[in-house]
């Protein structure tokens, strides 16, 4: 989803958001740096398949994906990284790479780490490799509503 059709659903929610543009980074770290923002702060957006299912999950910057907690806290027996070919097709517009977190917006489940529900905001890759979006945490609970897990 290019950012302007994201700035377009926020604003629908009235919801108050900040846009930031950095020089073109590809992962995580790489952006957390380049936009002058924490790692633990960061979130990021990696694609699973949990029991052959697509889903997001979200995470901070400098975290890795658990697939054990995934599992368990997702209730499924099978979790794995989805590879580009699997889900490239339902973002169109965005970087490969650069989704934004509202999975919900394509009926795709969103799990999310619970160390970022502890930040007021929330700061992920806007659609693109040179665009960032921090908007409240409660905000993005709220439309996205998120399954809470350890990850």
Do not use: W
Not at 6 to 15: A, K, T, Y
Not at 105 to 116: A, E, M, N
């Amino acid at each position: 989803m290019p950012l302007q059709k994201l700035q377009e659903f926020l604003d629908r929610h009235h919801v108050k958001y900040v846009t930031m543009t950095h020089s073109r980074a590809y992962t995580a770290q790489e952006i957390a740096q380049s936009a002058h923002v924490s790692g633990k702060e960061l979130a990021k957006t990696v694609m699973v398949k949990l029991d052959n299912k697509l889903a997001m999950a979200v995470l901070p910057a400098a975290s890795q994906i658990d697939f054990g907690r995934l599992r368990q806290g997702a209730g499924i027996d099978s979790a794995e990284l989805a590879v580009e070919e699997e889900f490239k097709h339902e973002f169109a517009g965005c970087d490969v790479g650069a989704m934004p977190p509202f999975g919900n917006l394509y009926g795709i489940p969103v799990f999310i780490s619970r160390d970022l529900t502890r930040d007021e905001s929330i700061t992920f890759s806007a659609g693109s490799h040179t665009e960032l979006m921090r908007l409240a945490y409660r905000d993005y609970s709220r439309l996205v509503n998120p399954t809470v897990i350890e990850l």
